[in-house]
């Protein structure tokens, strides 16, 4: 009967993530760097890739908020550009690899036949190490945004399909499937409409996580120097930059290294707070 | 076949039905040459414990699990040879109301849409709001109100879950139904009103309805026949006034006296029956009830029962029919 009791959770679940005050600051965070993203070149008049070799690793004064780095570049508007990327980069994954997941997880939970090669195949994925398999996937495919957007789906998608196959396992078994096939309702509307609707929280709260997850994978990959072209900023190859800096010039590499682990921060306390709001054993009893 | 006149016009009728389980420890046997038919029109009854196969007798007759063997013939089509599209068709004639009124309903989805799903896959009514109309009648037609179509499964009682389950069914307009235990989850005053409901239906709309229960004293009230399952073998079929005026079967008389009278003075003479149903995967030898029947001998280990035609109203699967 679970299913049954978080059934007003649309109309509930803002106010129970409300309630709790990690939660809120965890979504003030994400806000904040949203925020800048979008309307980075209102929010700094400087340019990201603007050289200025005069005013290299200056430290953090009223015209360079947080200084400047090796060519004079503006460290705050770097980041805030470099925001842009993580964040798409984070919300490209969590989109792309929810998709193949639930594909996946679909066919596989529904599907008998299907299920052993699928099985295998997200096992087989699982098996290899992220970072490792996405540096192998960027190398194949090329550095780019998309394409580390594309690598890290790979990557992350098995996690998706995995509770999308053992939800679909257990729903598909349920009274209402049966009554749909009954009445004769085509496979492809029971998949969407019985399936794929009772299962939308599991998944909303993977796909949080994966965000998280693919925030921190693409800094790697691009602090490594296989991610988006070296010129593009990310947060990932500000580290990268700054490293050699980290002596003489400390704030280069201490406000990417920040955000990062602000937004993974707040991702992972808002996907916990949704999979507490979401869960009706737990919510009771807070 | 004696319990059924032959001039009658049937509409569904089973001719030996099996269902087996393959599983690990061996195949489990949950239906085993099962035969009888439903006359249009009217209500059998379908009786039996916990595992003797009702309900997936119920399913295998919709095709909702596939028999392993046997016929099923439905007006004049064989309904095991249909492919899926004829199928899709076959399933607007033909519907199910579940035990469960829980777990039968989409808890994610408003009652329009669980009732007006079926009517959008078989394209009935024309547009959006036709077909709004249609649910609200419906609705109607079950004893709810047309606005709680916009409310969703969990704002209803389990009687009220139990008539959009019904609308459901209805909504395609079947000719045939079957009731998987329809009442049984429900409280007993809800029960009574559910049955009538299901009496109204089938007088207004002319069902033929397979009721499948596990206890009589629910079927007398709304059956014509029944017939008497016990571990996927039928084991005794007649009319209802005939079974319930002289059963024959040693299972079927032990059923009658487990049923609650609600008559304080009245003395019945209880058999009651030991033990528990044998298991599906190593049934006893020979007629299956044996184990647990005061009248078993060794003929009875040694012989499977035939039907035995007692009247043209009752057929009892006993060795010793006629003679206890």
Known sequence: MAQIEHVSMEAGLASALMQRRTVVVGLIIL??????????????SFDPS?????DRLTPPNATWWLGTDEFGRDVFTRLVYAGRVSLLVGAGVAFLSSIIGIVLGLLGGFFRRLDGIVSRVIDAMMAFPDILLAIS???ALGGSVANVIIALSIVYAPRIARIVRASTLVIRELTYVEAARALGVSTWRIMLNHLLRNMVSPIIVQ???????????EAGLSFLGV???????TWGTMINAGRQYIGDAGWMIMSPGLSITACVLALQIVGDGLRDALDPRISKEL | MAAVDQDQDILLSVEGMSKTFPTAAGDVHALKDVSFAVPRGSVVGLVGESGSGKTTLGRCLLRLVEPTAGVVRFGDTDLRALGNAELKRMRKRMQIIFQDPFSSLNPRMRVRDIIGEALVTHGIGRNRSERREMVASLLEEVGLEPDHMNRYPHEFSGGQRQRIGIARALSVEPEFIVADESVSALDVSVQAQILNLMQDLKDRRNLTMLFIAHDLSVVEYLCDEIVVLYLGRVVEHGTARQLYSSPAHPYTRALLSAAPVADPDWK?????????IPSPLSPPSGCVFRTRCMFADETCAAQIPAPVSLSPHQTSHCLKAGSI
């Open chain 1, 31 to 44: 806000a904040v760097f949203a925020f800048a993203a979008v309307f980075a070149p209102w929010i700094t």
């Open chain 1, 50 to 54: 603007a050289l200025s070799v005069r």
């Open chain 1, 137 to 139: 996937l960027v190398a």
């Open chain 1, 207 to 217: 796909a949080t996580f994966v965000f998280a997850y693919a925030m921190l994978a």
């Open chain 1, 227 to 233: 991610g988006v072209d070296p010129e593009t900023p």
């Open chain 2, 268 to 276: 019945r003479n209880r058999q009651v029956l030991r033990g528990e």
